[in-house]
């Protein structure tokens, strides 16, 4: 079992940087491929990055270039630095974790989540 929670969501204007952090608390933290979604108001949650043991990238076609996943396993933490954001990233980001396979696309596929941090953006 594994324990989520995000930080460092806020209000921005377009253009601006966030950059997102969440923290797990778990033993085995490295064991665990690890996924970002976003829920926009009035829209399903959606895949947004992911990143594996050992490291693989994965990133929602909207946000490559943009936005970058890393993950610092000797602290538990988990990142998303996201520049150039535009109104349209505006949501909800939670991170999410599975122990077994490669990171997925799919919400369902990650039975563990955090409580998610708003992120506005301003045009």
């Known amino acids: 079992q594994v324990q989520l929670v995000e930080s460092g969501g806020g209000l921005v204007q377009g253009g601006d940087s966030l950059r997102l952090s969440c923290a797990a608390s778990?033993?085995?933290?490295?064991?665990?491929?690890l996924g970002w979604f976003r829920r926009a108001p009035g829209k399903e949650r959606e895949f947004v990055a992911a990143i594996s043991r050992p490291t693989k990238l994965d990133y929602v076609d909207s946000v490559k270039g943009r936005f970058t996943v890393s993950r610092d396993n000797a602290n538990n933490m988990l990142y998303l630095q996201m520049n150039s954001l535009k109104p349209e990233d505006t949501a909800v980001y939670y991170c999410?974790?599975?122990?077994?396979?490669?990171?997925?696309?799919?919400?369902?596929?990650?039975?563990?989540w955090g409580q998610g941090t708003q992120v506005t953006v301003s045009s």
């Open positions: 999410a974790a599975k122990l077994f396979g490669l990171p997925t696309t799919l919400p369902a596929d990650y039975p563990y």
């Open positions: 778990t033993r085995t933290f490295s064991s665990y491929s």
